[in-house]
Structure formats: C-alpha cells, structure tokens
T-cell receptor, first 116, second 116 residues
Framework: SAVISQKPSRDICQRGTSLTIQCQVDSQVTMMFWYRQQPGQSLTLIATANQGSEATYESGFVIDKFPISRPNLTFSTLTVSNMSPEDSSIYLC?????????????FGPGTRLTVL | GENVEQHPSTLSVQEGDSAVIKCTYSDSASNYFPWYKQELGKGPQLIIDIRSNVGEKKDQRIAVTLNKTAKHFSLHITETQPEDSAVYFCAAPNNAGGTSYGKLTFGQGTILTVHP
C-alpha cells in the first residue's frame, strides 16, 4: 500500500487568510486527488491533481478558491484561499493504485482546518 | 454522475452481534465497490472491496455482497468487537465525464457503535 503524509495535520486560521496543505507519497503515482470532508459529513471530491498541467476541478469547486499544484509524481499541494468559517473541514489527499495495477485508493491522514 | 445512498446512518450493536450496512448506486456501468473505515482523527482506510464480476467476497469477519441487478451492495461484519466502532463509507466510481479512474463517489457514512 502507499504511504501518504500530509502537512499540517491541523490548523486554526483566521477568516480571509489562506492555508496551503502538502501531500507527500512514498512512491511515484499517476493519479492524486483532493477531497473535502465537512464536519460529520461524507467525502466530496474537490479535484484531480495532474502532474505538469492544471488540476481538473469537480462541479462546485474553482481554481481561484482551491489552487492546486502537482510539481512531480510524489507531491501535491492544495491551497484554501480567502478562508471563511464554511471552509472548516478535513482535507484529504488520496492516490489510486493505477500504477500498481489495482483499483484501491489510499488516503492520507487528513488536515483538520478550523476557520475562525 | 454516480449517486450513492447508504443506510443506516447510525447502527448500534452488542459485541458479538452482526452488523450490516447497505448501499445503492445509480450507474449500471459501475464495476468496483470499496468500503472504507474511518476512525476518529484518521483518514479513511480500505477494509474490503468487490468488483462486479463476483457476487461476494470475504475477509475473515468482513464480507461484501453485490447485487448488480438491483444495484446494491452490502457490508457484513460478524462477531463484532468494540474496535469495530468507527464510521464506515461505501463508494462507487464516479464515471462523469467519461473517465473515472480513481474518482470515487462516497455514501453518506454509517456510524457503527459496538457496545461491550
């Protein structure tokens, strides 16, 4: 299985500021994803992070609010911009098993964000 | 896109009893169905998955059944233990846009509590 780490593990931020979340994988992967999990809710896909090109965003999510970088095959960042209390959530990165020939999707431990 | 419904939202059982969680999906083309367990403060962890070419898969105390005709799949946990207490999510591929590799749509989650 893939080993995924995220930084920071949690943060408390002020309204109007931005936070960049890092996701590091222990091996090269083709597909990386970012999910949001609002308090007590399920997981919602924000975007697919594409290496060397712009991320592909799901309906309801835009690049200006959630800019994503994918500089190489083991690393990605998600920025939550101009934050409001409604952005308080757990943000999760994930990778899938495409490079290992499986459908399994592995998740990082998450970043718990509170916006005051 | 895929729509996944999960029931029940909460489930309380006595240690040693069985627990069953059911999900329905909308896209008949979906062919891969994972189940995740999320413990407090952690990211989701895959516990079992099934592909559409089989009707049942077992792994020790955990089993998943799939009914393609009815478009539903279920998680069965036998001989439950207190450490099984967690939130369980089902998922199905998100086929919107013609390519789904790695993109998942999640059910709403089930909070399972196993009482000693």
């Amino acid at each position: 299985s893939a080993v995924i780490s995220q930084k920071p593990s949690r943060d408390i931020c002020q309204r109007g500021t931005s936070l960049t979340i890092q996701c590091q994988v222990d091996s090269q992967v083709t597909m990386m994803f970012w999910y949001r999990q609002q308090p007590g809710q399920s997981l919602t896909l924000i975007a697919t992070a594409n290496q060397g090109s712009e991320a592909t965003y799901e309906s309801g999510f835009v690049i200006d609010k959630f800019p994503i970088s994918r500089p190489n095959l083991t690393f990605s960042t998600l920025t939550v911009s101009n934050m409001s209390p409604e952005d308080s959530s757990i943000y999760l990165c994930s990778v899938d098993g495409f490079d290992r020939g499986t459908d399994t999707q592995y998740f990082g431990p998450g970043t718990r964000l509170t916006v005051l | 896109g895929e729509n996944v419904e999960q029931h029940p939202s909460t489930l309380s059982v006595q240690e040693g009893d069985s627990a069953v969680i059911k999900c329905t999906y909308s896209d008949s083309a979906s062919n891969y169905f994972p189940w995740y367990k999320q413990e407090l403060g952690k990211g989701p962890q895959l516990i079992i998955d099934i592909r559409s070419n089989v009707g049942e898969k077992k792994d020790q105390r955990i089993a998943v059944t799939l009914n393609k005709t009815a478009k539903h799949f279920s998680l069965h946990i036998t001989e439950t233990q207190p450490e099984d207490s967690a939130v369980y999510f089902c998922a199905a591929p998100n086929n919107a846009g013609g390519t789904s590799y790695g993109k998942l749509t999640f059910g709403q989650g089930t909070i399972l509590t196993v009482h000693p």
